[in-house]
């Protein structure tokens, strides 16, 4: 059976189950989740100011804690788990602080953390004064973080031993990226963005073609499609994923769309300002909307399981 799992703000809550409102498990700020690739495990990034990471075991429709660790930063707003499920690392929006944990074969935290730290700063005086990290993806035997306050996807080996970063235009603010098919795709929170990296050839376009400003979040690719939630004009962009070409632009159901997830046909999209998570069909690859919305609090990640 489906699950939709959603992370919220507000009194901090995880929802679970097959239509959403079937259970509750309040944690603090859970503004991100990852499951583990093989094992009943949950993990939730603590976004506070001293943040934590919380690991849970899944046993049918409950969560029950499994271990905690501090995130060793300040406001962790991602977490991903290893494709061996060997690591999780997050990244810490405040300082800029990624850090990495070994996990044990129950999937809880073990020995001391890697704390990756980096310095800079960017154009923006206001969202570039020093390091943002905003997200941890592994890939291809590497950590790459996207650094908001620097304009730079960082790499590392999975010791911690750093590599040499990609680096994105001043003033792109970097926040969610995929890989596919040997490309990098980057969304810029604070030019409005999407940037494809293909070599040495790299395609800038708007994320969204609505007026006023845009402040994208989330985006995934998905078949020969990128999508990007548009924080501002509040829709879902659909664009082709060979040349960043524009296919169709829809409205997210709600205000401020922080995050989506995709499943087969179905996209789930987390209006964090309007506390509701919409549903869309996708019909040869453009979201329709359903009518359905599930009401959540703040939602701010959707997880699929």
Known sequence: MKHVRIGGYGPGIITEGATIEDGLTRVA???F???HPTLPVLYAAGELERGWLTAFQVRQ?????LDERPSEGDSPCHVAVSPD???LAAANYGDGTATLYRLDERGAFAGEPIVLRNEGSGPDPERQEGPHAHQCVFHDGLLHVSDLGTDEIRRYHHDGTRLESIP???GTGP???AFSDGRLYVAGELDGTVTLIDGDRRTVAPASRREGKNAPSHLQIDGEFVYVANRGPDTVSVLRAADLSPVAEVPSGGQWPRHFAIDGADLYVANQNSGAVTRFTLRDGVPEPT???YAVESPACVLIL
């Open 33 to 35: 989740l990852a499951a």
């Open 61 to 65: 429709e409950d969560l029950s804690p």
């Open 85 to 87: 499920g060997g690591l």
């Open 291 to 293: 009518g359905e919305a």
């Open 175 to 177: 926040r969610h990226f």
């Open 168 to 170: 994105m235009s001043p």
């Open 29 to 31: 700020a859970p503004s």
